[in-house]
């Protein structure tokens, strides 16, 4: 017999004196024959593999921002290149009217989602490994090459980059998936399976209750090539603004847990979909 089981029998009688050695159970029955002990060999019959849909894939979530970005200044105003021009290496981010910071959004929103995409079998790299006060970083170059072909650890297939809005127009609400442009001469890999990405999210996303911008961009989706995460990408690349921190709506949902949680099972739900899993 497995131990917990006694375990457990000990908790529920520890004011009768139970022992390991000494099991309460009785060996007979109430008419007097004796019954046989529990055969040790009665296992539980073992419960079936939990399907692992992603296994063997490989993510990367990139959570926008940092927490202590605003404390170093010097830091996250260095100039890094961000495909074919320089620009800045972060920024602080945005927050809710409350001060719920956009960091602190993108990471749980991240983390919930690599949780979910764990259990489905993939393997998910964070551009970021905390959200702390005391940190900054990484810069928007770093994160655009976590997972790109030649870079330390697995390739990816896809990349997510999280963020949140800061628009402070009263009618401005609602989330905006953001991929690069198809460039000139370029054979269509990988923006091409990135426009296929965006439009996964941006379904995903509609499918789990969520408006389109009213601001920006056409039925949640824009193009933008200023964008150095997505243009040093080499595996497929959407930034999603989940909505606009800014608007009390959208911030009541994003400061909730379970509006934190549909957030993620759409994005889960967009990777297997573009995934074909
Ligand atoms: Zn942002």
């Known amino acids: 017999m497995r131990p917990w089981p006694v375990v457990l029998v000990c908790l529920a009688a520890l ?5 390991t050695d000494a099991p309460a159970r009785p060996t007979s029955t109430p008419t007097g024959s004796t019954m046989a002990s529990s055969p040790p060999t009665a296992e539980p019959a073992p419960t079936p593999p939990t399907p692992r849909p992603l296994a063997g894939r490989v993510v990367v979530l990139d959570p926008g921002h940092q927490l202590g970005n605003a404390r170093f200044p010097a830091q996250i105003n260095r100039l890094v290149d961000a495909g074919g021009f320089d620009k800045a290496c972060n920024t602080t981010g945005t927050s809710s009217d409350d001060g719920y910071p956009e ?3 993108t990471w749980q929103v991240a983390t919930e989602v690599r949780r979910r995409l764990r259990a489905l079998g993939a393997r ?5 490994d905390e959200n702390s006060a005391a940190a900054w970083g990484p810069c928007i170059d770093e994160r655009g ?4 072909p030649g870079e330390p650890g697995p390739t990816a297939e896809l990349r997510i980059s999280l963020h949140a ?11 905006h998936v953001i991929r690069r442009p198809v460039r000139e001469g370029e054979t269509g890999e990988p923006a091409a399976r990135a426009e296929r990405l965006a439009r996964a999210l941006r379904d995903a996303l509609v499918a789990a209750g969520f408006a ?6 056409e039925d949640g989706i824009d193009v933008r090539d200023d964008l150095g995460t997505l243009n040093l990408s080499e ?15 959208d911030a009541a949902v994003m400061e909730s847990e379970a509006g934190r949680r549909r957030y993620a099972r759409a ?8 995934l074909g899993a």
């Open 124 to 128: 998910v790299l964070l551009t970021r």
């Open 165 to 175: 809005d800061g628009n402070l127009a009263s009618s401005a609400h609602g989330f």
């Open 235 to 249: 595996v497929p690349a959407v930034m999603a603004e989940l909505g606009n921190m800014r608007h009390p709506g």
């Open 103 to 105: 960091a602190t959004f």
């Open 212 to 217: 389109t911008s009213t601001y920006l961009g």
């Open 267 to 274: 994005v889960v739900a967009a990777v297997r979909s573009y």
């Open 15 to 19: 004011a009768a004196g139970c022992t």
């Open 145 to 148: 090459r976590v997972g790109n």
